[in-house]
């Protein structure tokens, strides 16, 4: 069975930072692109960052470019996603999930979500 348990979400204030963990059972990083994504408050479901399974640069969105930091532990079969710089926009419920290899390929494996939180 795959699992994907995110956590390391709560409550800060903005300009701090929260590191956040998607711990990944059942599937191996090193066949699956991990991506980060936020659902925030009145928005869409947006992509915030990935990491594919194949070495190469991640994706960001422009939105936390500078500030968000993805890195991944294939001992411990799990991706972290570091915000720095938190602003209150940020504010919305964290997701990660895995699709095979790739980014640009669907997402077919998901975690249910971690709040973050972030007071003006």
């Known amino acids: 069975e795959v699992q994907l348990a995110e956590s390391g979400g709560g409550l800060v204030q903005a300009g701090g930072s929260l590191r956040l963990s998607c711990a990944v059972s059942g599937i191996s990083l090193d066949d699956y692109a991990i991506k980060w994504f936020r659902h925030l408050p009145g928005k869409e479901r947006e992509g915030a960052s990935c990491?594919?399974?194949?070495?190469?640069?991640?994706w960001y969105t422009d939105d936390v470019k500078g500030r968000f930091t993805i890195s991944r532990d294939f001992v411990e079969n799990a991706v972290y996603l570091q915000m720095t710089n938190l602003k209150p926009e940020d504010t919305g419920v964290y997701y990660c999930a895995a699709a095979l290899e790739h980014c640009w390929r669907e997402f077919e494996y998901w975690g249910q979500g971690t709040q973050v939180t972030v007071s003006s």
């Open positions: 990491i594919a399974s194949s070495p190469g640069s991640p």
